[in-house]
């Protein structure tokens, strides 16, 4: 039984880690809310949330190509576009250290689901914007996890 409360909980973890927006920003308070060791949260959150980002830098922009014959669909892309262009601006000037930078950076609409999908629009290749993406959220998960250590030891 201990074994299973083990792995549900460390799926719980690497789930929320997956999610967008959440994100590993989320996936470590989790853990260590739930009594995880701080460097084990780390890392599995670090792994839950680079899942996805293979799948959105190899299949956004030809996803995208399709859906933009729908009009409506083409309305919502321009908009994505928009929206991640003006987030995104110090990623289109400083290229790879922008993204890594972007990533690294715990904010809202920041992290590896919309900088993967900047690498996608600004055309980095997929090998280079995979391993920016990855500096910048071991970054952003020392950040998370220092304060999130940080504020449980107040509590």
Not at 50 to 56: G, K, R, S, T, Y
Not at 67 to 89: G, Y
Request: hydrophobic letters at 60%; one cysteine or more; aromatic letters at 12%.
């Amino acid at each position: 039984m201990d074994f299973l409360d083990f792995i549900s909980r460390e799926f719980k973890v690497l789930f929320i880690s997956a999610l967008p927006v959440v994100e590993l920003r989320g996936g470590i308070p989790f853990a260590i809310a739930m009594g995880m060791n701080p460097i084990h949260a780390a890392v599995l959150c670090i792994i839950g949330s680079m899942i996805p980002v293979p799948f959105l830098l190899f299949f956004l922009k030809p996803f995208f190509a399709k859906l933009r014959r729908i009009s409506i669909i083409r309305r919502l892309e321009v908009w994505l576009i928009n929206r991640t262009e003006r987030k995104a601006k110090n990623i289109k000037k400083y290229s790879l250290l922008g993204l890594i930078l972007f990533v690294a950076i715990p904010l809202p609409s920041t992290g590896v689901w919309t900088g993967s999908v900047a690498a996608a629009l600004f055309n980095f290749r997929i090998r280079n914007a995979f391993l920016a993406i990855f500096i910048g959220n071991i970054i952003a998960a020392t950040i998370i996890t220092f304060l999130s250590q940080l504020a449980a030891m107040n509590i």
